[in-house]
């Protein structure tokens, strides 16, 4: 499948969810969404193959969360490199901040944000946060256009992403 959305759709969509510290390393973005439409580069089919790929590295490395060794930064470049696998180059790399469920700064943290098509046409383009350390297996949300989301019992806030 090859890319058709512009970066400036992306930009547009990060700015859209107060997000004004960006990277963009390509010109043009396969978007995943719910449904394959290839004449408009939409996938829905790598996501799942991106998904795969993340659960088999996981599970043929036996990676597991190793403090100051491989920690958010590293599982979030993982998952951004599983997409990349999967020809899928929207997969965004974020760092922002994390708090408990009643607002306490918690720290840093790296996770992931995915464009993501809900219709046929990219004019309702969401963006997906992923916490890479649950994925595939859950830890995913829709961002608010505040630029912040709640999973579980934390909330996140993006200051900046690479694209």
């Not at 599982?75 to 490199?81: E, G, I, S, Y």
């Not at 599983?82 to 760092?95: E, H, K, P, Q, T």
């Not at 918690?106 to 309702?124: E, I, K, Q, S, V």
Request: proline content about 3%; hydrophobic content about 40%; aromatic content about 14%.
């Amino acid at each position: 499948m090859e890319p058709h959305t512009s970066y400036l759709v992306i930009k547009d969509l990060l700015e859209g969810h107060n997000i004004k510290n960006y990277v963009f390393w390509d010109s043009a973005y396969v978007v995943c969404g719910n449904e394959d439409i290839h004449e408009l580069g939409i996938t829905h089919s790598g996501f799942i193959e991106a998904a795969n790929i993340y659960d088999k590295l996981l599970t043929d490395y036996l990676i597991r969360y190793t403090p100051e060794v491989f920690d958010c930064d590293d599982f979030a470049h993982l998952l951004k490199t599983a997409f990349s696998l999967a020809r899928v180059n929207s997969c965004i790399y974020a760092v922002g901040k994390l708090y408990d469920g009643n607002g306490n700064f918690l720290g840093y943290h790296a996770f992931n944000l995915l464009p993501w098509a809900f219709a046929r046409d990219n004019a309702d383009l969401s963006l997906l946060l992923i916490e890479p350390q649950l994925f595939p297996y859950g830890g995913v949300t829709v961002l608010s256009k505040d630029g912040t989301g709640k999973l579980l019992d934390y909330i996140y806030e993006v200051m900046y992403v690479e694209v």
